[in-house]
């Protein structure tokens, strides 16, 4: 892990500006909550690379073809994808919302 990913959440993989977690890298008590509950979620991931075209796609688009998935999971996981697995990029440097863009990366 770099010092790039040290400074992020391990959950949602934002930046981190306090720390509530003594084990992990937590950035808030919800974000512990989750990541208590659901670790990892490789399903999730692999279905959100299904769910992708081509070029860009912007996440509020994506997440309105789903069904089922809380909100905060679904752009957490995004999230560790751009920031951790480098399996998909952003359109911008600015933190990951609804309305940002995303992309596969190609291998
Ligand atoms: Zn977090």
């Known amino acids: ?3 790039y990913n040290a400074s992020r959440c391990e959950y949602c993989a934002r930046i981190i500006y306090k720390n509530v977690s003594g ?3 937590l950035c808030s008590l919800k974000c512990k909550n989750y ?3 659901n670790k990892s979620n490789d399903e999730l ?3 959100i690379l299904q769910i992708l075209s081509k070029g860009w796609n912007e996440i509020n688009v994506i997440f309105s073809t789903v069904n089922n998935i809380d909100k905060f999971k679904f752009i957490s996981a995004i999230g ?7 399996t998909l990029k952003t359109k911008s440097k600015n933190e ?6 995303i992309s596969k990366v190609k291998k």
Do not use: A, G, P, Q
Not at 80 to 86: L, Q, S, W, Y
Not at 96 to 101: A, C, G, Q
């Open 23 to 25: 084990t992990y890298k």
């Open 96 to 101: 990951i919302s609804m309305r940002s863009f």
């Open 35 to 37: 990541f208590k509950k």
């Open 45 to 47: 991931e692999k279905f």
């Open 80 to 86: 560790r994808m751009v920031h951790f697995d480098k």
């Open 1 to 3: 892990m770099n010092l």
